[in-house]
């Protein structure tokens, strides 16, 4: 089988993976996920980031969830006027489904090498009342935080969406060490760099777009 050389391409990448709450997440995938709380510590996790549970139903972790309406419920003791729902985008790792009421893995999941727990929609779990889809993240540097779904009023959207462009701009500029210089993903193994085939012209395989010098 003879090899196929490209000289130029255009690529658009659907950044945005959503799952439906009754599927199972992918290991190593990036997911859009939610969490809902007060407006003040909306502030705080945008600037800082989130800080971990004590414990809870699935143990130690961020409590987040594919289903907006679950985040929009919390906090529970917080009213409709003072509730934010974060949109983030959450990088699973490696995923446990847990589905039953005392669970053999269901608070010490993470010492079994996983990095989420998930507890699948209407399993009968007896934690779970509202039978709404949920998740537990181990580790917060996981979660990025990328827009704001539910806020009290447009102002708070407005200030809080505009924190979050500042945070983005701020990392952009202090943590260049992972991304790949020429596509600006996150460097792994799958990233090539090479001199193109045309024009010899340095570029990354992932590039979503380089015009060859070769072809005009």
Known sequence: MSSIQFFGWDVYYDEDHHLRAEQEAKT?????????TKTQTARQIIQNGFQVSADGMLGPGVYVSRDQKKAERYPLNATFNDRVVLKLSV?????KK???????LQKTWHSQ??????????????????????DCVWDPKRIEVI????????????????LITQNQKSQS???T???CQLCKGKQGAAHTV?????????ICTLMTRHKCNHWG
């Open 177 to 179: 060490s992972g991304a």
């Open 113 to 134: 090498g996983y990095d989420t727990a998930w507890v699948p929609p209407k399993c009968g779990m007896k934690a779970v009342p509202s039978g709404l889809e949920e």
């Open 147 to 162: 827009d704001i779904s539910l806020a009290p009023n447009a102002t708070i959207s407005a200030e809080l969406k505009q």
């Open 91 to 95: 990088d699973c790792g490696k995923v």
């Open 194 to 202: 090479q001199p193109c085939w045309g024009c010899g012209e340095t």
């Open 28 to 36: 190593g995938r990036r997911y859009t996920m939610y969490h809902g």
């Open 98 to 104: 847990i589905d039953k009421d005392n669970h053999p």
């Open 173 to 175: 500029n202090s943590d």
